[in-house]
């Protein structure tokens, strides 16, 4: 079966400019999440979708941090606007059941200078 | 929120050595994974293991949900098990995950 797919692969801005992510699930799997992992860090949770509703967004940024997954497929995550503590990598997991695991995309790195 | 630690940080180990990765939470969580992320940054899953025992070739893995830790073993250790190990715990769906213990193995 096909991976999570995640673009870009990278993303370099200045701060203060907007940027966007796209990630594309398993087929099937009604779960998707948003990760961001800083240098050094493990991931760290900051929304999960059961398919095209929110279950937990309680650590988005939501000032400026939003995410959306339309008809409970494909999703993307925005920042409006950038800052230099949002450098790092984003990634995208999906699952069909908790039992099985998560899927990670290879995801994105963020570099905002 | 629930905390969790992981041991030791950083582990470097001769190809073929084994190993013990420990993973120690400060509540009771009802689901726990193990990952690896490996030097190009992708992260695998290894095992989903609440509680028990379960074993993946040269890797197992056991959970004492009771007593608040799990443990991840590494068998004959390859070059290729470098990279960083986490382990996630949460409740329903959601995880969390600890600050890893990076590994690097020799040949």
Known sequence: EAGVAQSPR???????????FWCNPISGHATLYWYQQILGQGPKLLI?????????DSQLPKDRFSAE?????????KIQPAKLEDSAVYLCASSYDIVYGYTFGSGTRLTVV | ??????????????????STLRCN?????????????NPWGQLINLFYIPS????????????VATERYSLLYISSSQTTDSG????????????????GTSLTVIP
């Open chain 1, 10 to 20: 990278y993303k370099i801005i200045e701060k203060r400019q907007s940027v966007a």
């Open chain 1, 48 to 56: 999960q979708f059961q398919n095209n509703g929110v279950v937990d």
């Open chain 1, 69 to 77: 997954r339309l008809k409970g497929v494909d999703s993307t995550l």
């Open chain 2, 1 to 18: 929120g629930i905390q969790v630690e992981q041991s030791p940080p950083d582990l470097i180990l001769q190809e073929g050595a084994n």
């Open chain 2, 25 to 37: 939470f400060s509540d009771s969580v009802n689901n726990l994974q193990w990952f690896h992320q």
């Open chain 2, 52 to 63: 028990g025992t379960k074993q993946n070739g040269r890797l197992s893995a056991t959970t």
């Open chain 2, 84 to 99: 960083v190990y986490f382990c996630a715990f949460g409740t329903g769906n959601q995880f969390y995950f600890g600050t």
